[in-house]
């Protein structure tokens, strides 16, 4: 089963703020994004309750490693897999993106 969270979510149309000019060209319809931050802490606390073995992708190893994800370690064999925030870093914000 994925692993599943209810946040609260704002809607994101189509368009820009005037005066704003995009740096590249970028097609995208309507999407939802969240209205909170997700700290590495909570995100943390997500992939412990369902990444056991991880079967979608949910931790990749660089999040231990970049400078904008450092926080999370991943320990065990799959199946067995456990998450854990390095140091202090639970209050940031986790800004992952492939």
Not at 4 to 25: D, F, I, Y
Not at 60 to 84: K, V
Request: proline share 5%; aromatic share 8%.
């Amino acid at each position: 089963m994925r692993p599943t969270a209810t946040r609260e979510t704002l809607g994101v149309s189509r368009g820009r703020r005037s005066g704003q000019r995009p740096r590249r060209a970028l097609s995208t319809g309507s999407y939802q994004i969240g209205k909170h931050e997700v700290t590495i802490s909570q995100y943390t606390a997500f992939l412990n309750a369902g990444a056991a073995s991880d079967p979608f992708g949910l931790y990749d190893i660089s999040m231990g490693l970049q400078e904008n994800t450092r926080g999370i370690t991943q320990s065990g064999p799959s199946g067995s897999y456990s998450y854990a925030v390095i140091g202090s870093s639970g209050d940031k914000p986790i800004t992952f993106g492939r």
